[in-house]
């Protein structure tokens, strides 16, 4: 019989209910289970993919080319799950695919209605998702209390009804405040929580309370008095130094042996070493001098989960170099002739993620510009491989006013443009070239020689392409095309063979990236800024 586990959040969004249920994916994987994850959010969106990242954060790009929520980016890290469409569902997605049936007749004339249709939809979903796993993690978005959180609700409560207490759990990760001009932990915010739960016919089986602090054992004997959850089953969850110390936590208060007892498990110890091993690695970067300075330079660098992937991503390779990689986030707007000098000043590696629309380009240009001329590592993603083609044919192959038709559809050297079918394309959602694609390497280039491989597959997101039509003359010029979209002849990674480390890539290498198999073109950018770091520090002595 397979096995489900429920997760939901109260009290306040951003409490970490992504990285909880990767960690726990992680046990259970540990212990020799086959899981699966399934995300749930209630926005009418279809997918993430029009959302503005200040909205949602990044949008995570599955190897089937689903655009998704940001959680899913958790779950592939922290285990071996490979996810795809149907890890993650919307209430726009599931209406969509509600509606579609109606206009067909499917429902043989039947008034349709949120109970039954829509949460039976909600189930299918997530036997859908199931699949071949033997553990179905399954977290919903959102915060206990909200409307549109309610058929969820309501489905789950349902399954675990039908599924029976052997086969599902149900796990509330809340808040416990702690007030510090009283010095103590609040526990009236989980309490009411809690008791929206219990309204709508969910008892909680385990409380995952999130807190500044460590919960003592009178706290936790107090939420389960007036919870009605098992004093054992209130397990502490305070802030980490860093995320991947969340596996370690969780075991060490037991998680592993609650859900093995109340899913009816064969219990197996968690072999947890390779968790072990990356949270000492971090400590000990964190006590040694060895850093390096990246400078990101991106358009939506308030809000860093815009970013998520690839600030792990980075983290990664940090732990794989045992260097510690010190962020520097700059707005691509605020850069200026007169300050690029200043700004750059202490930066050992430059990296230009990817973006939509016009703002911040020029900046963005202007940073590929500088690191090209002054010899420092490059990694330009997607848009940031972009920029860095149209500032080579600008400054270089002088194509005067080159650009991407997307910010200048009148520029006389399109060096960037939409492929032939996007341009029929009217529908924004869904449409553009998306997932896993095959890139073939060519030998004796630097992405030869990193990769070390012939062919690699890596996930895209975009809708503009290198155009072919310019390859030839910038090639000419000293650009080298070291990875092809062969089958219609795209250009996928790009680099300067004369520079130290410039390389640009149309993919997003950071969905691939974990922290026990960091991404190799992460893994070499650190590694050749803080080469770039000691080359600057003997010059200077």
Not at 351 to 364: D, Q
Request: charged share 25%.
């Amino acid at each position: 019989m397979k096995k489900f586990i429920f997760i939901t959040g109260g009290v306040l969004s951003s409490l970490g209910k992504g990285v909880a249920s990767a960690g726990i994916g992680a046990i259970l994987e540990s212990m020799g289970y086959k899981i699966t994850f399934l995300k749930l959010d209630p926005y009418l969106n279809i997918d993430p993919g029009t959302m503005n990242p200040y909205q949602h954060g990044e949008v995570y790009v599955t190897e089937d080319g689903a655009e998704t929520d940001l959680d899913l980016g958790h779950y592939e890290r922290f285990t071996n799950v490979i996810l795809t469409k149907y890890n993650n569902a919307t209430s726009g997605r599931l209406y969509f695919n509600i509606l579609q049936k109606e206009r067909r007749g499917a429902y043989l004339g039947a008034t349709v209605q949120i109970i039954p249709h829509f949460t039976n939809e909600i189930k299918r979903a997530i036997e859908r998702a199931s699949k071949d796993a033997e553990i179905t993690i399954v977290e919903i978005g959102g915060t206990v209390g909200d409307i549109e959180s309610l058929p969820f609700l309501e489905a789950i409560r349902q399954m675990g009804l039908e599924l029976g207490r052997e086969n599902s759990i149900f796990i509330h990760l809340t808040y416990v405040p702690y007030i510090k001009v009283a010095g103590e932990l609040k526990t009236k915010p989980s309490q009411h929580s809690v008791k929206e739960l219990r309204a709508i016919g969910i008892q909680p089986d385990v409380l995952i309370c999130r807190s500044e602090k460590p919960i003592p054992k009178p706290i936790k004997r107090k939420l389960a008095l007036f919870t009605n959850v098992h004093e054992d089953s209130v397990l502490s969850a305070p802030d980490l130094e860093t995320i991947y110390e969340i596996p370690l936590h969780l075991k060490k208060e037991k998680i592993d042996e609650v859900l093995a007892k109340h899913l009816n498990l064969d219990y197996k110890e968690p072999d947890l070493s390779k968790w072990k091993k990356i949270v000492n690695t971090l400590h000990s970067i964190e006590k040694s001098n060895k850093e390096v300075n990246i400078a990101i330079i991106g358009k939506y660098v308030e809000l860093k989960d815009a970013y998520k992937s690839i600030d792990e991503a980075l983290i990664h390779a940090s732990i794989a170099n045992k260097v510690k990689v010190n962020l520097h986030w700059i707005r691509s707007d605020d850069l200026t002739d007169e300050n690029i000098s200043e700004v750059f000043k202490n930066i050992n590696g430059i990296l230009v993620p990817g973006g939509f629309g016009e703002r911040g380009v020029e900046g963005k240009i202007k940073a590929a510009q500088y690191a090209r001329e002054n010899n420092i590592p490059y990694f330009g993603i997607c848009l940031g491989m972009q920029v860095a083609v149209i500032e080579f044919a600008r400054n270089v192959a002088g194509l005067e006013g080159a650009n991407s038709t997307e910010f200048d559809p009148q520029t006389p050297y399109p060096v960037i443009d939409l492929m032939p079918e996007q341009k029929e394309v009217e529908d924004k959602g869904g449409t553009m070239r998306l997932g896993a694609y095959k890139c073939t390497l060519k030998e004796g280039t630097k992405a030869y020689e990193i990769y070390g491989r012939k062919e690699i597959y890596e996930r895209h997101r975009h809708r503009y392409e290198f155009n072919p039509q310019f390859r030839p003359l910038l090639e000419e010029k000293g650009l080298v095309v070291s990875g092809e979209y062969v089958a219609k002849k795209l250009p996928e990674i790009i680099e300067i063979p004369t520079h130290k480390w410039f390389i640009g890539c149309q993919f997003h290498p950071e969905f691939k990236s974990k922290p026990f198999s960091p991404h190799p073109l992460f893994e070499s950018f650190v590694n050749a800024s803080y080469l770039n770091k000691l080359d600057k520090l003997s010059i200077d002595t």
